[in-house]
């Protein structure tokens, strides 16, 4: 049986279509997810995200281990309340998650990991952590809800209690706050602006009701997936795995090489493809013709007829129809030397698609020419 949020029965009551996802039971959509994802465009919407587990790395040596372990310089953020975004790699520079660590206290760190990637990524930094005094503790009693959109900071005040709602109200983006067993980050995975919270598991219901009657759309996974494609954000698992690095990912600029004497994990193996074998880069496509891109699409140089699917040189790592485009867009590994058109191959069709630079779109705002 697929576990289950302390959302769930929210969900069941709202009629959401349920699916299993990394062995939880989601919300896909609540009847419409074009309708979702324009809230959160347009609005505010809300998602349970609590399948995604917090983790705290406490302890006077928290610090290194997470230098040590992450792609990015923890050292960028020692003032508490700061975020920021990286990855955590394996020792051939491949990417075991990506994440975003919150710097909560003097000697306390949080990430928040993947729900596919829970078990195994707490084995590898607990393993990590052996040879620094800092503990690694899976918060599984903590939930999660994102509320993200143009009206989504207005709304969350409304229901947070007087003091965190006012030191929510002077955050910056990438800065987060504490009370008590909450924590609020205005952070999120869908280009606009809003915040994620951590809370309690005892307090997620009265939270969401709270927010849905203060006038917070839910979204489920469909809208988020398409949301998070638009703002050119990438997908664990498609567009990142443990095969590939940052740098084919889009992501360079998560990977602090400074200072230099920092022997973070997967250094080296950065370094030698950074000189030596920086063959593929990450772009985004628009296609020009009918159709969907879909994770997998085969891509080729434009006119290049002679390539077939199975020997094509580049390849869709996410792809959907855009509902605020109204076009089908996608992220993709080409050659690092390709640019301007190329051809995606759709039900044994090749179809011609331009590439471009993404984010597609943030905060409200389309960043490319349609």
């Not at 620094?132 to 939930?143: G, H, K, Q, S, W």
Request: charged share 25%; with cysteine.
């Amino acid at each position: 049986m697929a576990n289950q949020t302390p959302l769930y029965d929210e969900h069941v009551a709202l009629g959401a279509k349920l699916v299993n996802f990394a062995g939880w039971e989601m919300p896909i959509h609540y009847g419409s997810q074009i309708s979702e994802h324009k809230a959160v465009r347009e609005s505010a919407g809300m998602f349970d995200v609590s399948h995604m587990r917090p983790v705290d790395i406490e302890g006077p040596q928290a610090r290194d281990l997470l230098r040590r372990t992450l792609a990015n310089d923890v050292a960028k953020i020692d003032e508490v309340g700061r975020a920021f975004y990286t990855c955590m790699l394996n020792t051939r520079g491949g990417v075991v998650d990506d994440l975003i660590v919150y710097h909560l206290g003097e000697h306390w760190y949080r990430i928040v990991v993947n729900a596919a990637t829970t078990t195994k990524d707490m084995a590898w930094i607990t393993s990590q952590a052996r040879d620094f005094d800092a503990t690694v503790t899976a918060r599984d009693e903590l939930a999660i809800i994102a509320v993200q959109g143009p009206q989504a900071r207005e709304l969350c005040q409304r229901i947070l209690d007087d003091d965190l709602a006012a030191a929510a109200m002077e955050l910056k983006p990438f800065r987060a706050t504490v009370a008590d067993d909450w924590v609020l980050g205005r952070t999120g995975y869908t280009g606009e602006d809003g915040f994620e919270i951590m809370l309690p598991a005892d307090a997620a219901v009265e939270t969401w009701r709270a927010l849905h009657e203060a006038g917070v759309s839910p979204v489920g996974l469909g809208a988020r997936d398409t949301l998070r494609l638009e703002a050119g954000l990438n997908l664990y698992g498609q567009d990142m795995d443990e095969d590939i690095t940052p740098l084919e990912s889009g992501l360079a600029w998560t990977v602090a090489f400074e200072p230099a004497e920092r022997e973070f994990i997967g250094r080296d193996a950065l370094t030698h493809i950074r000189e030596y074998d920086e063959t593929r880069k990450m772009v985004g496509l628009l296609l020009e013709g009918r159709g969907v891109m879909r994770h997998g699409a085969a891509v080729r140089a434009a006119g290049d007829e002679a390539t077939e699917a199975g020997d094509a040189p580049g390849e869709v790592t996410s792809g959907s129809f855009a509902p605020t485009l109204s076009r089908s867009i996608a992220l993709a590994r080409v050659p690092a030397d390709w640019s301007d058109q190329v051809e995606v191959e759709l039900r044994g069709k090749w179809v011609p698609a331009r590439i471009v630079s993404y984010p597609f779109v943030r905060h409200g705002e389309i960043h490319i020419d349609l």
